[in-house]
């Protein structure tokens, strides 16, 4: 359990002894869910009005309103628990396919604790959205964002997305990742740092493409 704390103030020291434990990725995994399923408990009434909203505008009949709604709420906490555990364990396979690249020294299973650890600053940004969703009058999960994507009025515009990927807590795990990577394959951060960052922009922008 310390590891989850040291890994906000002694990333470096903390992957290196993660390097060694073959348990590490659990504990982090289940302090992922544990929150996750808090904030989408936090930000279900937001959730709820824009669900409302949608059904309003579309006419859904009353009687169909209380299925939809009880549907998608349970979709929610579902989701919201096995997308951590696949992302997991996806992200894991990209960075070995980069330690072959790199012809680093890691194994699988550390790049999966590498991923859930790195998985810990978004967790906290979620944790601080969840708060805000919760104290102020939102009428959308949106309405609410910690990254540039705030200062756009139309949450629906490619720039809002463009913005939405400057965000210090997305920035703050990509630093992990690349910390985490350089002293699993040992090799030197700033090749990994190249590899990594390349990656990222690649996924994140193509993501933009296909929205």
Known sequence: MKNVFTIFTA???TFKRVRESKTAWLIVLAVLLVVSAVVIYMQMPAMEKELQRQFQSQQVDAGM???YLAAAKTSAYVM???LPVIMLFITGLLLMLLNLVVRGEGKYMQFVSIAAFAALPGL????ITGIMVMTMDVQSVTDVSLSLGAFVADKSSQMYRLLSLI???SIWSLV????GSSVIMNRPRKTVATWIIAAWLVISLGSLLLA
Do not use: C, K, W
Request: charged fraction near 20%.
């Open 11 to 13: 990333p470096e020291e």
């Open 124 to 127: 906290v940004g979620s944790l």
């Open 167 to 169: 965000n210090p807590f």
């Open 80 to 82: 919201g628990m096995i």
């Open 65 to 67: 309103r209380d299925t």
């Open 176 to 179: 992990l990742y690349i910390i």
